[in-house]
């Protein structure tokens, strides 16, 4: 999706944003707020850059991003919670990762990976989640998650994951961020699947790719 950091507020990234005579009778979270029922997407996406300032918005906007129809505007909501960050940030954006929506879905996946240290209380959590889909969901985060625990967090995964796909993305992305300690991790996770040459095969490129230093 890339995602890109924000303009500071009051300077309009879109040439047909509303002028400031208009835009100066909606200062504030609550008119800007307002906007969001608004049927022109680019008076949508004007309220939502704006709402960055505005901590407090944080929950109004999660609530209205899976309801919002036009995608562009869903990148400027996601931008804008990514500079909200915090704990109701983190914590609305994880419900989302269970969406059926691919586009929102991976949005999410992005914003989490750029707030390593409000997401980092909830990895365990989301790694033992019962859907094998949020457990990748969760590696595939990690696999940007510029966190220094991020490989001991896959590591620990191998240990008790019981899904094979599930272990194939931990594999994979061990190959990318794991370090030479990871290696016996990797070897293990053998003895737990024995006879599965797809695991054989990534388990081996991984202990390379670490051993050559990638």
Request: charged residues 20%; glycine residues 6%; negative net charge.
């Amino acid at each position: 999706m890339g995602l890109v950091k924000i303009n500071p507020p009051n300077h309009p990234q879109d040439p047909n944003d509303p002028p400031e005579d208009h835009r100066a009778r909606f200062r504030g979270p609550g008119g800007l707020l307002e906007q969001l029922s608004d049927p022109r997407a680019v008076a949508r996406r004007w309220a939502i850059r704006e709402l960055a300032a505005f901590p407090e918005s944080a929950n109004a906007l999660l609530a209205h991003l899976p309801m919002e129809p036009d995608n562009s505007v869903r990148e400027v909501m996601l931008t804008t919670l990514m500079a909200i960050g915090g704990e109701t940030v983190v914590k609305g954006l994880i419900a989302y990762l269970r969406s059926e929506d691919v586009f929102l879905r991976n949005g999410v996946v992005e914003v989490l990976q750029a707030l390593p240290n409000e997401l980092a209380v909830y990895m365990d959590w989301l790694l033992r989640d019962p859907d094998p889909d949020v457990r990748i969901f969760a590696v595939d985060i990690l696999r940007e998650l510029a966190h220094p625990e991020a490989p001991a967090w896959l590591e620990a995964i191998l240990a008790q994951e019981t899904e094979i796909n599930v272990c194939g993305s931990v594999v994979d992305c061990l190959s990318e961020i794991g370090a030479p300690q990871s290696i016996p991790a990797l070897q293990n996770l053998l003895t737990r699947f024995p006879g599965q040459p797809f695991l054989e095969f990534a388990v081996s490129m991984a202990i390379e790719r670490i051993q050559n230093g990638k």
